[in-house]
T-cell receptor, first 113, second 114 residues
Framework: SQELEQSPQSLIVQEGKNLTINCTSS?????LYWYKQKYGEGLIFLMM?????EEKSHEKITAKLDEKKQQSSLHITASQPSHAGIYLC?????????????FGKGTHLIIQP | ETGVTQTPRHLVMGMTNKKSLKCEQH?????MYWYKQSAKKPLELMFV???????ENNSVPSRFSPECPNSSHLFLHLHTLQPEDSALYLC?????????????FGSGTRLTVV
């Protein structure tokens, strides 16, 4: 079965600073999803990556998938209090199939004013 | 609002009670999922319904019983739960065969078993 390792487990960053969260898979990734979760709430979809070397950006968040499709990173530029929460990476087993996603344990992000 | 609605948001139940969680989506998706989120554990996939057919998950105890009467509704029936079943239960939906649009999650039901 596929396993996802996220690092770091938690991160405290001063407002305005940049940060990176990593997600490493034990198997080749067919679809890699990034979600954000506020404590005790549902998951908000951020981005989905499929192709090796792919990079996507939305506002101040950039996600990349490496060429070998086993590692992804999420980079936040000039962090703001609204970025605080839990960031989760999820892997799609076959891409487009209804298998559900396998998730990492998440990265808890705290933004210090 | 994500388009996936879960009710109730919070539920406290005794170990001898029977209750149901409800999930509803009107996104035109044809696959629905139940996930369990416990403290310090990754999200665990419990059940998958694809085109209203259930994909078996043998690791889920029989005290959890899913039901998918149509492609828009999903239920999780609960009976004789244990305190360790206390968790956030999340419902999600997706469009099978459609890559790139993600899985859409509801806001979850916070379940406490006393």
């Amino acid at each position: 079965s596929q396993e996802l390792e996220q690092s770091p487990q938690s991160l405290i960053v001063q407002e305005g600073k940049n940060l990176t969260i990593n997600c490493t898979s034990s198997k080749t990734l067919y679809g890699l999803y990034w979600y954000k979760q506020k404590y005790g709430e549902g998951l908000i979809f951020l981005m989905m990556l499929q192709k090796g070397g792919e990079e996507k950006s939305h506002e101040k968040i950039t996600a990349k998938l490496d060429e070998k499709k086993q590692q992804s990173s999420l980079h936040i530029t000039a962090s703001q209090p609204s970025h605080a929460g839990i960031y989760l990476c999820g892997a799609d087993g076959r891409g487009g199939g209804a298998d559900g996603l396998t998730f990492g344990k998440g990265t808890h992000l705290i933004i210090q004013p | 609002e994500t388009g996936v609605t879960q009710t109730p948001r919070h539920l406290v139940m005794g170990m001898t009670n029977k209750k149901s969680l409800k999930c509803e989506q009107h996104l035109g998706h044809n696959a629905m999922y139940w996930y369990k989120q416990s403290a310090k554990k990754p999200l665990e996939l419990m059940f998958v319904y694809s085109l209203e057919e259930r994909v078996e998950n043998n690791s889920v105890p029989s005290r959890f019983s899913p039901e998918c009467p149509n492609s828009s509704h999903l239920f999780l029936h609960l009976h004789t739960l244990q305190p360790e079943d206390s968790a956030l239960y999340l419902c999600a939906s997706s469009r099978q065969g459609l890559i790139g649009y993600g899985y859409t999650f509801g806001s979850g039901t916070r379940l406490t078993v006393v």
